[in-house]
Structures are given as structure tokens and as C-alpha cells.
């Protein structure tokens, strides 16, 4: 044991109980293994024989999916269901698929398919490997059928349509829950055989076995369910196509899935699909169920809330790091008073035992106010270039330097691409309209304009154009007129601006220049206040 001891300190290989949400481990029981180790930066070798009953750890590499069905546009439940996998995995060097669920004919279509994989490149959750599309594994579905139908895990059910409604009726009027009676799980061979040759129709059902179903969830802890809740469900219909609870188990063993990461809607299809994962001899994988997105009024966020797709939050400008973040906190808690995160930083903090049972509320003010700090936070020349990938040639025609003193000066009251846009709109072009609401206040009458005429007069004997200057030309002049220095500034905004509110006037007013701000005060001065 002394010799054990040593092995343990040099390597960390401490008996401790893997944190919630860490990676499971594989055991290795070799009889004897001879060990050459390294340890503290020197050449220090340590040889020595395990005993046969001690064990070595090795952690499995997590395997986790996104499977989204294409019947819509990704929404941001899908989104943060598929943010919460890519952390999960890339924080521990693990895959993360895409699996298209797209069995469904009637309502898949492949404009929905396209729309969430470029939502999310978009959002830069790239999958790896090839696409998975469900549609594509039916053999593989029905193999696995063939496979329980021939090893007694499954039966073939002759009931039909009408017999089962019958049953569901007598069971709501007794004002008991109905579960299927298992009738067909025990037919005769000969039976059998005369219904197959009489062409009658058959669902196929697994059956589930005495006893309980019991797992621990890494968001909701232990779960444990009777089977005597859970009736022999259809894992094949009558049209020969396989069921959701069996196509996801199949595909999940094939790609080899050992983290299943998923919403709280799911958590009652566990126990069924664990079951088929043990009908198959297979182990099930670890499960954590994400709470759901909530609007404000405490149910299922809707698209009345704010559920619009993700494409939409890209048209609308905004920035993709920043949506990850806000529907990071959505569930999770990074552990801190902290909530500006990128998806590097997101990815190094991750953990499945921060995420919090409760469902989290779409706070748009909050979602505006993360998204605003990561426009703050971004270089001038990054948000150019993001601009540029909406808008190829937006003000081409312009300095690139006056570009990056425009996107600085404006970028911290903004919370998209799109509303740099417009609110810069007024360095590229003379205002032809002003506030209504900021001239009513700021521009009543004649007065002003006289004010403002005696100040226009005064900005042509200004030798020198840069905002300290311009500041304290303007104070001096207020002092001059025995008025406050907001009896200009108001009025000048609105002239050279159009709006009531904006960056520092003076380092606007350098920026402009001399002849676009005297240009521009000039007509204000003719067109104000209105008549």
C-alpha cells in the first residue's frame, strides 16, 4: 500500500467521487502493470506491480447531441439546448453532433433543416463530423425492431383503432388511467401465425419487464419509476415506421452518445427510453434535463414573449456571442455576480452542477442590456467588419478612420448592428428632420434661435477645432449671454444631430468638422422652430 501511495501522490490518482456533471471514467483491472512514471520535473522513476484488486481510472471522452426535429426555425430553447452541449463537450475535449430528427414527412421540410444549421454557424456552435439525419437510419430502426421481436423484448399488437378507444372510454368513465392490458403479448404461436397470414394489421410493442426504472439526472437527482406506471409502448406503428422514444435510443447507441443534454419536456420519455436502451444490452448514457425558457407571465416562453427564431435576432443585428451569453444565464448560474461572458470564457466556466431546476424567465431588458455590454466591449474595427458581413458595402464611400471615431463615439447606447446603423445615421448625412419631442423642449421659440444664431457667428472665428476648444468657447459664450451652458448645448445637439440625446456634443462637433456642423446649424437656425 505504501508503494500505492506513492502512485497516488505523484499522479493525482486520488479515490475521489467525480464532480456532478464530470466525466464518467472506464475501470481497468489489469493483473499486474508495470508503471514508469515521471514525477516533479525529474527523473525520478517509479516501478512498481498493482495487485490485481486495485483498479486504474480512465475518463470517457463525452459523447453529446443536439437533435433538433426541422417542423421550424431553431428558437431559443433549441439554442440554448444546443449552447448547453457544445460547453459540456468542448470544455472536456469531447464531440458534439447534430442529429436532424426529421422522421416526421408531413411536417419536415428542408428550408427548416437549412435555417438551423446556419443559425448555428451563426452563433458559432459548429458541430463535429458529418450531419446525422434520422431519415436516412430506418434499416438500422428496423433491424433493431427485428432484434427485440426475435430475443422476446417486443411483440406484435393486432388490437386495433377501434378496440383501443373502446378500452381508453371504459377507463375514463371507471375514472381510471388507461394503460394498454398487454392482450396481444402472450398470443399462441398458432395465432400468430394466422394473423401474419391473414395480412392483419400490427403495431409493435416492447415489453417492459417487471420491477422499477431508476437514474440520476444531474439537474433533477434521483428518479426512480414503477413499471407498473408504464404500459408496453409502440415502438413500431402500424405503417412500419418506427416511434420517437425507440429511433432516438437506436441512433444514440449507434453514434455512441454517453451524455444525453436536453430539455425538461424530455424528462418523462427517460424511463421508456432506458428501458429500450436495456431491452437492446445496452447501458443507458448519463442525463441532465435543462428547465424550460419562461415568458414573463411564468409559462412556456411563446412567440407572444419574444420566441421569435434565431435568424431573426441576426437580421435584427445582433451579435451572436452576445445572444449566447444572455441564454447561458437562462439556467445556469456562472457562480458569480458576473454576467458578461464570451463563448470561450462561457466554455471554461461551464459545469452541468450550476445549472439551476427553475426555469428561467426571457427577460428582453435583460437580454438588450447583455447585448449592449458586448457591443461596448468590441473593438471598432471588429464591429465594422460585422457590419460589413450584413451589409457588404455600408458608407464603402467613407475614411475607414472616420468609421472607426463614428462606431467608438456611438457603439456603448447600442445593443445591435442594427441600431448602429441608425444611430449613426447622422455623421454620414445632414439631418432634414429634428426630435419633436426634444424641440418642443429644448428649441421653444424665436429666443433660441437668436441664441443660436450669436453662437453660429461666433464658431467662424474659432481657430481652433477640437473638442476642448469647442468646449470652452461655448461655456465662455454662456457666461457672456448670463446663461447656462445647457441653453447651447440642447439646441446645438439638435441642429447638428437631429436628436435630443446622443455621445459628447463636443467631441461630435470635432468630429463632424467645421463645415458640416456650420452647414448643418445654419439650417436649423432657418427651419426652427417651426411654425
Same mark, same amino acid.
Given at each position: 500500500?505504501?508503494?500505492?501511495?506513492?502512485?497516488?501522490?505523484?499522479t493525482g490518482l486520488?479515490n475521489?467521487?467525480?464532480?456532478?456533471?464530470?466525466?464518467?471514467?472506464?475501470i481497468?483491472?489489469p493483473?499486474?502493470?508495470?508503471?514508469?512514471?515521471?514525477?516533479?520535473?525529474?527523473?525520478?522513476?517509479?516501478?512498481?506491480?498493482?495487485?490485481?484488486?486495485?483498479?486504474?481510472?480512465m475518463?470517457?471522452?463525452?459523447r453529446?447531441?443536439?437533435?433538433?426535429?426541422?417542423?421550424?426555425?431553431?428558437?431559443?430553447?433549441g439554442?440554448?439546448?444546443a449552447?448547453?452541449n457544445h460547453?459540456?463537450?468542448?470544455?472536456?475535449?469531447g464531440?458534439?453532433?447534430?442529429?436532424i430528427?426529421?422522421t416526421?414527412?408531413?411536417?419536415?421540410k428542408?428550408?427548416?433543416?437549412?435555417q438551423?444549421?446556419?443559425?448555428?454557424e451563426w452563433?458559432g456552435?459548429?458541430?463535429?463530423?458529418?450531419i446525422?439525419y434520422?431519415?436516412?437510419?430506418?434499416?438500422?430502426?428496423h433491424?433493431?425492431?427485428r432484434?427485440?421481436?426475435?430475443?422476446?423484448?417486443?411483440?406484435?399488437?393486432?388490437?386495433t383503432?377501434?378496440?383501443?378507444?373502446l378500452?381508453?372510454?371504459?377507463?375514463?368513465?371507471?375514472?381510471k388511467?388507461?394503460?394498454?392490458s398487454?392482450?396481444?403479448?402472450d398470443?399462441?404461436?398458432?395465432e400468430?401465425k394466422?394473423?401474419?397470414?391473414?395480412?392483419?394489421?400490427?403495431?409493435?410493442?416492447?415489453?417492459?419487464?417487471g420491477g422499477?426504472?431508476?437514474?440520476?439526472d444531474?439537474?433533477y437527482g434521483k428518479?426512480?419509476?414503477?413499471h407498473?406506471?408504464i404500459?408496453?409502448?409502440?415502438?413500431?406503428?402500424?405503417?412500419?415506421?418506427?416511434?420517437?422514444n425507440f429511433?432516438?435510443?437506436?441512433d444514440?447507441?449507434?453514434?455512441?452518445?454517453n451524455?444525453?443534454?436536453?430539455?425538461?419536456?424530455?424528462?418523462?420519455? &427517460?424511463?421508456?427510453?432506458i428501458?429500450?436502451y436495456?431491452?437492446?444490452?445496452s447501458?443507458?448514457?448519463?442525463?441532465?434535463?435543462?428547465?424550460?425558457?419562461?415568458?414573463?407571465?411564468?409559462?412556456?416562453l411563446?412567440?407572444?414573449?419574444?420566441a421569435?427564431g434565431v435568424q431573426?435576432?441576426?437580421?435584427m443585428?445582433?451579435?451572436?456571442e452576445?445572444l449566447?451569453?444572455?441564454?447561458?444565464l437562462l439556467?445556469w448560474?456562472?457562480?458569480?455576480?458576473?454576467?458578461?461572458?464570451?463563448?470561450k470564457?462561457? &466554455?471554461k466556466?461551464?459545469?452541468?452542477?450550476?445549472?439551476?431546476?427553475?426555469?428561467?424567465?426571457?427577460d428582453?431588458?435583460?437580454?438588450?442590456?447583455?447585448?449592449?455590454q458586448?457591443?461596448?466591449g468590441?473593438s471598432?474595427?471588429?464591429?465594422l467588419?460585422t457590419?460589413?458581413e450584413l451589409?457588404?458595402?455600408?458608407?464603402?464611400?467613407?475614411?475607414e478612420n472616420y468609421?472607426f471615431n463614428?462606431?467608438?463615439?456611438?457603439k456603448?447606447?447600442?445593443?445591435?448592428?442594427?441600431?448602429?446603423n441608425?444611430?449613426?445615421?447622422?455623421?454620414?448625412?445632414?439631418?432634414q428632420?429634428?426630435d419633436?419631442?426634444?424641440?418642443?423642449?429644448?428649441?421653444?421659440?424665436a429666443?433660441?434661435?437668436?441664441?443660436?444664431?450669436?453662437?453660429w457667428?461666433s464658431?467662424?472665428?474659432? &481657430?481652433?477645432?477640437e473638442?476642448?476648444?469647442?468646449?470652452?468657447h461655448?461655456?465662455?459664450l454662456a457666461?457672456?449671454?448670463?446663461?447656462?451652458?445647457?441653453?447651447?448645448?440642447?439646441?446645438?445637439?439638435i441642429?447638428?444631430?437631429?436628436?435630443g440625446?446622443?455621445p459628447?456634443?463636443?467631441d461630435?462637433?470635432?468630429?463632424?468638422g467645421?463645415?458640416r456642423?456650420?452647414?448643418?446649424?445654419?439650417?436649423?437656425?432657418?427651419?426652427?422652430?417651426?411654425?
Amino acid at each position: 500500500m505504501e508503494a500505492w501511495q506513492s502512485l497516488v501522490e505523484c499522479t493525482g490518482l486520488e479515490n475521489r467521487r467525480p464532480p456532478v456533471g464530470g466525466p464518467e471514467v472506464r475501470i481497468l483491472s489489469p493483473p499486474r502493470i508495470l508503471r514508469t512514471l515521471l514525477c516533479g520535473g525529474k527523473h525520478h522513476f517509479l516501478s512498481l506491480f498493482l495487485d490485481s484488486r486495485l483498479t486504474l481510472t480512465m475518463p470517457i471522452v463525452p459523447r453529446v447531441r443536439f437533435a433538433p426535429s426541422p417542423t421550424g426555425e431553431l428558437h431559443l430553447g433549441g439554442a440554448r439546448t444546443a449552447l448547453f452541449n457544445h460547453l459540456f463537450a468542448k470544455k472536456r475535449d469531447g464531440k458534439y453532433f447534430l442529429r436532424i430528427e426529421d422522421t416526421d414527412v408531413q411536417r419536415s421540410k428542408q428550408e427548416y433543416v437549412d435555417q438551423i444549421c446556419y443559425s448555428l454557424e451563426w452563433l458559432g456552435l459548429k458541430w463535429d463530423e458529418p450531419i446525422v439525419y434520422q431519415s436516412k437510419r430506418r434499416d438500422h430502426h428496423h433491424n433493431a425492431v427485428r432484434q427485440l421481436l426475435q430475443g422476446g423484448g417486443a411483440y406484435r399488437c393486432f388490437c386495433t383503432v377501434e378496440d383501443l378507444a373502446l378500452k381508453r372510454d371504459e377507463a375514463a368513465k371507471a375514472k381510471k388511467l388507461y394503460r394498454y392490458s398487454g392482450k396481444c403479448r402472450d398470443l399462441s404461436d398458432e395465432e400468430l401465425k394466422l394473423r401474419l397470414n391473414r395480412a392483419d394489421p400490427f403495431c409493435i410493442r416492447i415489453s417492459v419487464p417487471g420491477g422499477k426504472t431508476k437514474f440520476t439526472d444531474s439537474v433533477y437527482g434521483k428518479i426512480e419509476v414503477d413499471h407498473k406506471e408504464i404500459d408496453d409502448f409502440i415502438i413500431q406503428r402500424t405503417d412500419g415506421s418506427p416511434t420517437y422514444n425507440f429511433t432516438v435510443v437506436v441512433d444514440d447507441i449507434d453514434m455512441e452518445i454517453n451524455w444525453v443534454i436536453r430539455g425538461e419536456d424530455h424528462l418523462t420519455n &427517460t424511463p421508456k427510453q432506458i428501458i429500450v436502451y436495456k431491452a437492446l444490452g445496452s447501458k443507458p448514457p448519463r442525463f441532465a434535463h435543462l428547465p424550460m425558457i419562461l415568458g414573463p407571465n411564468g409559462q412556456r416562453l411563446s412567440k407572444r414573449h419574444g420566441a421569435i427564431g434565431v435568424q431573426a435576432y441576426r437580421d435584427m443585428g445582433f451579435l451572436p456571442e452576445a445572444l449566447l451569453n444572455y441564454l447561458a444565464l437562462l439556467g445556469w448560474s456562472p457562480g458569480s455576480d458576473r454576467e458578461v461572458f464570451s463563448l470561450k470564457e462561457l &466554455t471554461k466556466k461551464f459545469s452541468l452542477d450550476k445549472v439551476v431546476k427553475k426555469g428561467g424567465v426571457f427577460d428582453e431588458k435583460k437580454l438588450n442590456w447583455v447585448c449592449g455590454q458586448h457591443m461596448s466591449g468590441k473593438s471598432s474595427q471588429d464591429l465594422l467588419n460585422t457590419m460589413r458581413e450584413l451589409e457588404p458595402d455600408w458608407h464603402s464611400d467613407q475614411d475607414e478612420n472616420y468609421l472607426f471615431n463614428v462606431i467608438e463615439m456611438v457603439k456603448s447606447r447600442t445593443k445591435s448592428l442594427s441600431e448602429l446603423n441608425e444611430f449613426s445615421g447622422y455623421f454620414f448625412a445632414d439631418p432634414q428632420s429634428f426630435d419633436e419631442k426634444a424641440v418642443r423642449k429644448r428649441w421653444k421659440d424665436a429666443s433660441v434661435t437668436k441664441l443660436m444664431n450669436r453662437y453660429w457667428m461666433s464658431l467662424h472665428e474659432l &481657430t481652433k477645432w477640437e473638442p476642448t476648444a469647442l468646449e470652452e468657447h461655448l461655456r465662455t459664450l454662456a457666461e457672456t449671454e448670463n446663461v447656462s451652458a445647457g441653453k447651447f448645448i440642447h439646441p446645438v445637439r439638435i441642429a447638428i444631430s437631429g436628436h435630443g440625446v446622443g455621445p459628447s456634443l463636443f467631441d461630435l462637433m470635432a468630429l463632424l468638422g467645421r463645415e458640416r456642423v456650420l452647414r448643418r446649424m445654419n439650417y436649423a437656425i432657418d427651419n426652427l422652430p417651426p411654425s
